[in-house]
């Protein structure tokens, strides 16, 4: 629904449902773990928790009518052939998904071994590894509305422009985070350097401030 959301371009709607589930997340977990001796139980209790917080919140800014689109049992479709271009669609970021979840699930049990305190650790590992995939994940969001208008106005120049500016954007951010995970190696270290001149000789900063 935090998509669909920044469909309409209400983005600051969805920012408030999720931040709300991500405060209480951050809130509840040492609450959870140490102060109620729960361990990693309080983890995934506070986790759902916190996922059905934001669930609601989001639900509520589509029942109360700040966005056009109304989310109801009444307005499902019943065409087969609606589900079927839904799954064609949503298949990659599907998979994605749950190649995520897999690899999470096998950090996890890989580290029962060593207490709850490496189990721990590895989620915060994992969120500050997030950080750095944010800013991928934050330009491909951004581009898929202005993307979805321009289309169906069938302006494609403007969404050839636009992947034309934020493709070799997204590309360095990918690299310069690849490089900063290895950054103690020399070699990695003038790989930076190169993405960093690479990217200052291509201006794509500034393309992308002229497009905007």
């Known amino acids: 629904m935090n998509n669909q959301l920044r469909y309409h371009g ?17 809130v509840m977990d040492p609450i959870l773990m140490f102060g109620v001796g729960m361990g990693v139980t309080g983890a995934g209790l506070s986790t759902g928790l916190s996922q059905t917080i934001s669930f609601f919140i989001l639900l509520y800014m589509f029942r109360s009518g700040k966005v056009v689109t ?6 499902a479709s019943h065409s087969a052939r609606t589900y079927t271009n839904i799954m064609k669609v949503g298949f990659s970021s599907l998979v994605r998904q749950a190649l995520n979840a897999a690899s999470t699930i096998f950090l996890n049990r890989a580290s029962i071994p060593y207490g709850d305190a490496c189990i721990a650790a590895m989620s915060i590992v ?12 934050g330009l491909g969001q951004g581009l ?7 289309y169906g106005a069938k302006k494609y120049s403007r969404i050839a422009s636009e992947w034309a500016v934020l493709h070799p954007a997204d590309t360095y951010s990918a690299a310069f985070s690849w490089c900063h995970r290895h950054r103690n190696s020399p070699a990695n270290r003038r790989c930076s350097r190169s993405i960093y001149d690479a990217a200052t000789r291509n201006k794509i900063f500034e393309v992308a401030a002229r497009e905007g």
């Not at 898929?144 to 321009?150: T, Y």
């Open 70 to 75: 109304d989310v109801s049992l009444r307005h």
């Open 144 to 150: 898929q509305p202005v993307a979805s208008f321009n």
């Open 126 to 137: 994992g969120r500050i590894q997030f950080f750095a995939g944010s800013v991928m994940i």
């Open 10 to 26: 209400r983005a600051n709607l969805a920012m408030i449902g999720l931040l709300a589930g991500s405060i209480v997340n951050m």
